[in-house]
T-cell receptor, first 110, second 112 residues
């Protein structure tokens, strides 16, 4: 158990819908990273927040957004969902070097 | 930009030693990480190298050559539970982020 929690574990929804994925970092970690992992691609960096501030963006679609709240939990919002958004979404938290990954949310868009 | 290459698949025998290579090209380098990922599960941290040389941690060792843009992960005394995907990731220097750029992973199958 990495200490990072993500909810929900599974999410099944339809095209065009909007969903919110939630992540709680390890106690004391200020950084939260979001990654997408689909079958045909490896782990793709989406976005990084540090203590409530956005620090870096990867190839994140405009339909996706995220935020980190004062209690340091983070939410990833995915809107106007498409079939291709089906993937595992991981968040990770870090204090220094290593990133510790949560169990992931498996999103299925039908 | 960044480019990270790893073999797609490898097969090895229980009890043996296997070496998984990773080459990278990046403008700026600030560390290389290895993660293990079982299918459908979260990646788990294995090792971190920022200076040249070998880091040993039990059955797992990782080597880095910054001048060659090369790393390898060495797994000794292979066990069936080592069957997993092994991800090489690079961190760039500078900026306000420690984001990692991952390779596509090497799927290792350990056979009896």
């Amino acid at each position: 158990d990495s200490g990072v929690t993500q909810t929900p574990k599974h999410l099944i929804t339809a095209t065009g819908q909007r969903v919110t994925l939630r992540c709680s970092p390890r106690s004391g970690d200020l950084s939260v990273y979001w990654y997408q992992q689909s079958l045909d691609q490896g782990l793709q960096f989406l976005i990084h927040y540090y203590n409530g501030e956005e620090r870096a963006k990867g190839n994140i679609l405009e339909r996706f957004s995220a935020q980190q709240f004062p209690d340091l939990h983070s939410e990833l919002n995915l809107s106007s969902l498409e079939l291709g958004d089906s993937a595992l979404y991981f968040c990770a938290s870090s204090f220094h070097n290593e990133q510790f990954f949560g169990p992931g949310t498996r999103l299925t868009v039908l | 930009g960044q480019n990270i290459d790893q073999p797609t698949e490898m097969t090895a025998t229980e009890g043996a030693i296997v070496q998984i290579n990773c080459t990278y090209q990046t403008s700026g380098f600030n560390g290389l990480f290895w993660y293990q990922q079982h299918a459908g599960e979260a990646p788990t941290f294995l090792s971190y190298n920022v200076l040249d040389g070998l880091e040993e941690k039990g059955r797992f060792s990782s080597f880095l050559s910054r001048s060659k843009g090369y790393s390898y992960l060495l797994l000794k005394e292979l066990q069936m539970k080592d069957s997993a995907s092994y991800l090489c990731a690079v961190r760039r220097e500078g900026g306000a982020t420690n984001k990692l750029i991952f390779g596509t992973g090497t799927l290792l199958a350990v056979q009896p």
